[in-house]
Structures are given as C-alpha cells and as structure tokens.
T-cell receptor, first 112, second 114 residues
Framework: DSGVTQTPKHLITATGQRVTLRCSPR?????VYWYQQSLDQGLQFLIQ???????AKGNILERFSAQQFPDLHSELNLSSLELGDSALYFC???????????FGEGSRLTVL | GENVEQHPSTLSVQEGDSAVIKCTYS??????FPWYKQELGKRPQLIID?????GEKKDQRIAVTLNKTAKHFSLHITETQPEDSAVYFC?????????????FGKGTLLTVNP
C-alpha cells in the first residue's frame, strides 16, 4: 500500500460525458501528480500541483482540468469525453525534496 | 525541458540470464534517477533509485549505474526470474529553484521465459 488513495477504481461512461477522478496523497506529501496511461503506452504526464498551486503542466488536453484543495487532495476533471480518453489514470504524490513518487492504484476509465 | 530515452522497448531473456535496460537524459541539472516496475494492471512501484552523487547502487539482484558525464544510467537485473516480467520505467528528476519535474522514459517490457 503506497498510502495514495484514488477513487473510483473503475468508471464506465459514455462519450460526451464528464467525470471526476479523486486522489488523496500520502500524509505529509505536498505534491500531487496526474498521469495517463493508455493501453500499451507509457506514463503520460498531465499535470502537477504543489501545496494547492499548479507547478507543471504536461500533455493535458483543454477538456481536462485539475485542482488541489487546501486539504491537499486533488481532483482531475475530464469533460466532453471521447473514446480515446479511455485509459488508466494514475495519481502520485511525493516529498518534493527527494523526488520519489508514490503511485495510487489508478482509476480505470472506459468511455463507450 | 528534460528528455529521457529508454532502450530497448522490449526485452526477452531466459530465466537465470541477466537483463540490462539503458536510459539517457538531456538535462545536466537532473539529480535523481528512479526506476519503477509496473506489473500488468498494477501501479508503478519504485524498485531502486540513484542520486547524482553516486555512481552505482545495488540491492540484491538489482543494480543501477549512473554516468553523469555521458548522461546515461542503466538498470541491471541478474539471475532473472519469471516474476521479474513487467514493464520497467526509468525517470530523471530535476529540482532547483521553482522547477521540480520527473520525466519518464517510455518503458521496457521485460519477459523472462521459464
């Protein structure tokens, strides 16, 4: 158990819909990262937050947004969903000074 | 920004043989190099890491080497076992000022044949 909690574990929805994925980082970790992993693909970096502020942005679509709340949990919002958005979405947290990432179990999104 | 290249993309070995995965990075400011193992359908998990002030680190059957001058680092697995079969990701971490970023390689699918 990494200490990072992601919900939901599985989500099936239809094209055009909107979903929210939730992440609770390890206790004490201020940084939260979101990654997308499609079938047979690597880890595509989406976005990073540090203590409530956006720190770095990767290949995140405009239809996607995220935020980190004062209690440090984070949400990734995916809207106007397309078939190609089907993927495993990982959240990770870290102690920024060390760089070591701890991944959650992931949220598997299926868009039909 | 940082770019991490990882080779090979797939690697198949016989049980008991050694496996080597290599990565190169572009940003000389990178100072931390972790390796993650991801089994099918599971989360990536850190298996070993190395910092820029160290040239080699070993943990049982796994070792990592770092050549800062050439900007490359490698994962070595000896006496491979079927349970070593997984996707392995290298990464390079840059920290300094307000810049903190972890960049992953594209991964290597390792298959250990019994």
């Amino acid at each position: 158990d990494s200490g990072v909690t992601q919900t939901p574990k599985h989500l099936i929805t239809a094209t055009g819909q909107r979903v929210t994925l939730r992440c609770s980082p390890r206790s004490g970790d201020l940084s939260v990262y979101w990654y997308q992993q499609s079938l047979d693909q690597g880890l595509q970096f989406l976005i990073q937050y540090y203590n409530g502020e956006e720190r770095a942005k990767g290949n995140i679509l405009e239809r996607f947004s995220a935020q980190q709340f004062p209690d440090l949990h984070s949400e990734l919002n995916l809207s106007s969903l397309e078939l190609g958005d089907s993927a495993l979405y990982f959240c990770a947290s870290s102690v920024e000074s060390t760089g070591e990432l701890f991944f959650g179990e992931g949220s598997r999104l299926t868009v039909l | 920004g940082e770019n991490v290249e990882q080779h090979p993309s797939t690697l198949s070995v016989q049980e008991g043989d050694s496996a080597v995965i290599k990565c190169t990075y572009s940003d000389s400011a990178s100072n931390y190099f972790p390796w993650y193992k991801q089994e099918l359908g599971k989360r990536p998990q850190l298996i070993i890491d190395i910092r820029s002030n160290v040239g080699e680190k070993k943990d049982q059957r796994i070792a990592v080497t770092l050549n800062k001058t050439a900007k490359h680092f490698s994962l070595h697995i000896t006496e491979t076992q079927p349970e070593d079969s997984a996707v392995y990701f290298c990464a390079a971490y840059t920290s300094g000022g307000s810049n903190y970023k972890l960049t992953f390689g594209k991964g290597t699918l390792l298959t250990v044949n019994p």
